[in-house]
């Protein structure tokens, strides 16, 4: 059996990859009218924290499952 975690940490992977995605795509496809601080990519930089924080929730839970 699984802990809420576990799903917590599926849904913070799943979202913050397509965040990312979406901070990757805006590199390279830039917007034509800039906002204030767009240089600072601030869709890539939180997906990837997103990303890091799920599967750490997910690593540490399937961790301790297996204990």
């Given at each position: 059996m699984k802990s809420i975690w576990f799903?917590?940490?599926l849904?913070?992977?799943i979202i913050?990859?397509?965040i990312a995605g979406s901070g990757v795509?805006?590199?390279f496809h830039?917007?034509?009218q800039q906002k204030i601080f767009s240089h600072l990519r601030?869709?890539?930089w939180w997906g990837m924290v997103m990303l890091v924080f799920g599967l750490v929730f997910m690593l540490?839970?399937?961790r301790n499952v297996e204990e």
């Open positions: 799903f917590v940490g849904l913070l992977t913050g990859a397509v795509y805006s590199i830039p917007p034509v601030p869709d890539l540490l839970n399937q």
